[in-house]
């Protein structure tokens, strides 16, 4: 077995601070689901309670001895920290430590870094990377420079940590500068997009939710699905026929997480666009998960400090065929559902068509029948319920539904 198909053994660290004891175990255990996403293991973990953290090693000394001791007798490689260290926490920590000292934020790196696809996905994670790097460069340079080391020096960053800092300022200059190329490109896309008046819903929701599996359940398509944290990273964005016949475009997402680093925030907001654009998000929330409510705070609170709250919201329970035995729905506007069911799958299809029937305006009109341009819009950009020809006239009697803005309006002439 070589050393890429070996699992790391992990030493989980946290510090509790305030009182909040139900949302501290949750932090510890997605914590620990990081690490196994990350190829890790988690062999064991140390939680210490205090008022406050150690500015110069997050935790007490005698947790530091109890660490030591602890990955003498268990053969640790890495120690991994429920939070973002500072750089003098990480460089003191380094010191007193044998095993690579990590943090929440390169655990969620190094996953990015994994689950990159596309090139702006590669450029994100990198331009994260170096500027998480940049201020703790100084005490970490022997840790730094061993390449492909395993949990925390994977990715598109690893052959850049050996550079100075002038370096590394250079290529987060150049990063910037392609990443924004990417943006103007998807930016064009979008208002082309605009352009046509598709309506367009994007998925949201916590990490492992179910939203790529409902995605391709909906879209026919194929992206990752992994019962996995971050199993998707980049967007993607596809066709979905709604009952009717009509088309909107449906956009999958990252998945949201507590605590999400804001160097992360930063960096995939441009992804996060897609989502800014949208008519229609659908929120995924696991109801097998027992900290569901949670997750829907983080959610909205991630699409408040995005500004996107004020957009329209269906909320949708998934995995309600193995939800968990305390779920109770709060979300107003919602639907429940298992995304692995086709049944399911057509309620939920009905319902986001009553959603894009509520942003559209009634129009019946009276359509020539040599119009054929005008027919063929009607069929694939609205919502057509009745084409009935009238013989006297000889043109078609059309009523359906269209968004407001859609220029075909300013092309019916209305039924009388």
Do not use: W
Request: glycine share 6%; charged share 30%; net charge negative.
């Amino acid at each position: 077995m070589n050393r890429e198909e070996m699992k790391e053994k992990a030493i989980l660290v946290g510090c509790e601070i305030g009182d909040d004891h139900s949302r501290f175990v949750y932090s510890m255990e997605e914590l620990q689901a990081l690490t196994e996403t990350a190829r890790g293991e988690a062999v064991m973990q140390v939680v210490q309670k205090r008022d406050r953290v150690d500015a110069s090693t997050y935790i007490g000394k005698g947790k530091i001895e109890e660490l030591k001791a602890l990955e003498a007798e268990l053969e640790a490689d890495l120690i991994i920290f429920n939070d973002e260290l500072s750089p003098s926490q990480l460089r003191n920590l380094s010191r007193h430590l044998n095993s690579r000292v990590l943090d929440r934020t390169q655990l969620i790196l190094d996953i990015f870094a994994q689950r990159a696809r596309s090139k702006e996905g590669k450029l994100q994670v990198e331009l994260a990377q170096l500027q998480y790097m940049l201020p703790r460069l100084g005490g970490q340079g022997t840790e730094l420079s061993r390449l492909g080391g395993g949990i925390g020096t994977r990715g598109p960053g690893e052959t850049k940590l050996e550079s100075d800092r002038r370096h590394i300022r250079r290529r987060i200059s150049e990063i910037k500068a392609q990443l924004e190329t990417v943006v103007r490109h998807r930016e064009r896309y979008r208002e082309r997009r605009k352009k046509n008046h598709v309506f367009q819903i994007a998925l949201v929701g916590y990490t492992n939710a179910g939203k790529s599996t409902l995605f391709n359940h909906l879209s026919a398509a194929d992206s990752y699905e992994e019962n996995q944290l971050f199993a998707t990273l980049d967007p993607m964005t596809r066709k979905l026929v709604l009952p009717s016949g009509y088309t909107a475009l449906l956009t999958d997402t990252v998945g949201f997480i507590q605590d999400l680093p804001t160097t992360l925030i930063a960096a995939f907001r441009s992804t996060l666009e897609e989502v800014k654009e949208a008519d229609l998000l659908l929120h995924i929330v696991d109801s097998a998960n027992p900290d569901y409510d949670n997750h829907q705070k983080t959610v909205q609170q991630l699409l408040s400090e995005l500004e996107m709250d004020h957009l329209p919201q269906l909320t949708v329970y998934n995995k309600m065929d193995i939800r968990d035995s305390d779920f109770v729905p709060t979300a107003s506007n919602s639907i429940m559902i298992s995304a692995k069911s086709d049944t399911d799958c057509t309620r939920l299809r009905l319902e986001i068509e009553k959603q894009v029937l509520a942003a559209m305006i009634p129009y019946d009109a009276l359509v020539p029948q040599t119009e054929g341009k005008l027919l063929s819009t009607l069929k694939s950009d609205t919502i057509l319920r009745e084409l009935v020809f009238q013989e006297e006239e000889q043109a078609y009697r059309c009523r359906g539904y269209v968004l407001p803005a859609h220029p075909v309006l300013g092309e019916l002439k209305p039924y009388e």
